[in-house]
T-cell receptor
């Protein structure tokens, strides 16, 4: 049971480049989400999905796109990378309902130069 | 959305109980309180959660006040490996699908 798997773990981008952070879960979870964490701060929600084909914006969605074509995968796309997007990105998943545990991936470290 | 307030840092002697407080005075009746911890910048690790009753598992105990405006996470016998940032989080959203994180409490367990 792999849980929540994120790739890549580390990435360096140049300003203006685009890329996709991959997230996959093998627990048949309906809910998936992406958070970012800046130094010394808690995690902030970027986008989330409550099921295949359904996505919505979180607290800090600008500069990011998501799609959910399957239950297992929830990729995060950076359209035109900016230095302000330098951060650690975490993917998370859970079953529906407020009493179900949310599981986090190990993170993807992104540096934009 | 409910928000939480935690002290920025705490120290605890190894082997003693660590009691981490959290205020969530605006919590709604159906919002759960979750505790996670993060060691360095690894992915947040689930510890425990509850709605209104006290909860205990193999890692910790969660004490929620009767009015649900605050809670305390108890690590009964802290070890050096418990040094981490601890987040008290209220699960929000129409279906409780999201977390609102604060800056957390940095717990240092001292030898």
């Amino acid at each position: 049971n792999a849980g929540v798997t994120q790739t890549p773990k580390f990435q360096v981008l140049k300003t203006g480049q685009s890329m996709t952070l991959q997230c996959a879960q093998d627990m048949n979870h309906e809910y998936m989400s992406w958070y970012r964490q800046d130094p010394g701060m808690g995690l902030r929600l970027i986008h989330y999905s409550v099921g295949a084909g359904i996505t919505d914006q979180g607290e800090v969605p600008n500069g990011y796109n998501v799609s959910r074509s399957t239950t297992e995968d929830f990729p995060l796309r950076l359209l035109s990378a900016a230095p302000s997007q330098t951060s650690v990105y975490f993917c998370a998943s859970s079953h529906g309902g407020p009493g179900n545990t949310i599981y986090f991936g190990e993170g993807s470290w992104l540096t934009v130069v | 959305d409910a928000k939480t307030t935690q002290p920025p840092s705490m120290d605890c002697a190894e082997g003693r109980a660590a009691n981490l407080p959290c205020n969530h005075s605006t919590i709604s009746g159906n919002e759960y309180v979750y505790w996670y911890r993060q060691i360095h910048s690894q992915g947040p690790q689930y510890i425990i959660h509850g709605l209104k009753n006290n909860e205990t598992n193999e890692m910790a105990s969660l004490i929620i006040t009767e009015d649900r405006k605050s809670s305390t996470l108890i690590l009964p016998h802290a070890t050096l490996r418990d040094t981490a940032v601890y987040y008290c989080i209220v699960r929000v959203g129409e279906n409780g699908q999201n977390f609102v994180f604060g800056p957390g409490t940095r717990l240092s367990v001292l030898p």
